[in-house]
């Protein structure tokens, strides 16, 4: 998707498309911007900017404060109609998916068509104002390569053909997973371009550097290395946050670490997993970083768990000291047995509760119903946050994938 997030707030109010516009990570003179308007980067306004210098830029650039539900909705709206043509799909961020449409379609022809009509629906069908670009390639590196170099809008199109004249005297940084570092390496052997590193000799790259110079030569050539990333269990699940509002109020401290027990914690039912570890760390102002991590026995499902078991640990220090961030995350992960203990019929009650809370919060949007700490925390200042490259789960037409977001 191109300016994604500020694609999607100009989409959800016509009086700013066409106009700069920043989404901002906070509001402050230091908040950062994470996403910028097509507009707003022809005015030099680019990721990364600050609020401050965008408003020296253009001042009459329009900030907006980041809004994680809205890009989340419209993500699985696209992703679901994208399940329309295959179920070969891998969510790669919140902005960006692979689809193998290898038995779907007979041609690279084809897949063309079957692009241009997945960008006319998108269109017509989830927002006007989003716009997409896609490459369509043999391998899942040229296709991510196509699609990174497509013109905004546009689809590139690579096979055998057409693939060496594409990468004729295209800098080696162009390439997916190719920066800085790794492009001095190849200098050094005098490759600068993508076509000089698709005629390399592989033997004298190999011998340079390993099982990477293969890989290298092996996807810039159209050889496929690995397919689809396959969903994997998890080996953690876990949030953490930093605070805007820095303090010593319980209630405070206490909504915001729910609010990452709730996450967490639906995240691991919604895959159907308990654990029997969990890990805890607050950064308090001005204090070396409090952290630690117990294996239980008795496995962990419920919200409440998590939230009681690092309260416990944490609150002496969080009622003397302010936190800066908070963090938990649960490991030793294993697929949940429903094995309840004899005499305890709350632990019952508590699994239930927070089945039905998952399900209620699934069909109508996120925190529609909350544990009691967490009904006043965005008065409180503790907004909703967008992790970058953190894992996310996201459903669509029967199709359960993980993304990460990565705004670019």
Known sequence: ???YFASVEQQANPFWRGK??????????RGCIIASSKEAKKVGIKTGCRVNEALQLYK????????????RSTTQAIFSLCAEYTEEIEAYSIDEAFLDLTGMVSSFDQAQVIGREIQERIKKEIGEWLGCSMGIAPTRWLAKFASDTAPKGGIV???????YKYLDGRDVQEAWGIAGAMAGRLAECRIYTLDQLARYPVQNLMSVMGKQGYYLWANVNGIELAG???????KTIGHSHVLKRRCTDVKFNQSVLMRLAERTGRRLREQGLEAHGIYWGVQFDGHEPFQGSKKVHLPIVTTNQIFRFVWERIAPMAKIYKPGQLALALFHLRPRVN???????????SRELSQAMDELNNRYGEETIVQGPLLKLHEMHAPDRIGFRKTMEAEFSGVSNQY???EN
Request: proline share 9%; net charge positive.
């Open 404 to 406: 990460v977001s990565d």
């Open 157 to 163: 199109l690579l096979t055998k053909e057409n693939l």
């Open 228 to 234: 689809l990333e396959v969903k994997r269990p998890p």
């Open 60 to 71: 009459d650039v329009i900030l907006v404060e980041v809004d994680p539900p809205k890009y």
């Open 339 to 349: 094995q309840l203990a004899l005499f305890n019929g709350k632990k019952r009650m």
């Open 20 to 29: 700069p516009v920043g989404v901002c990570s906070t509001m402050s003179n």
């Open 1 to 3: 998707m191109n300016s």
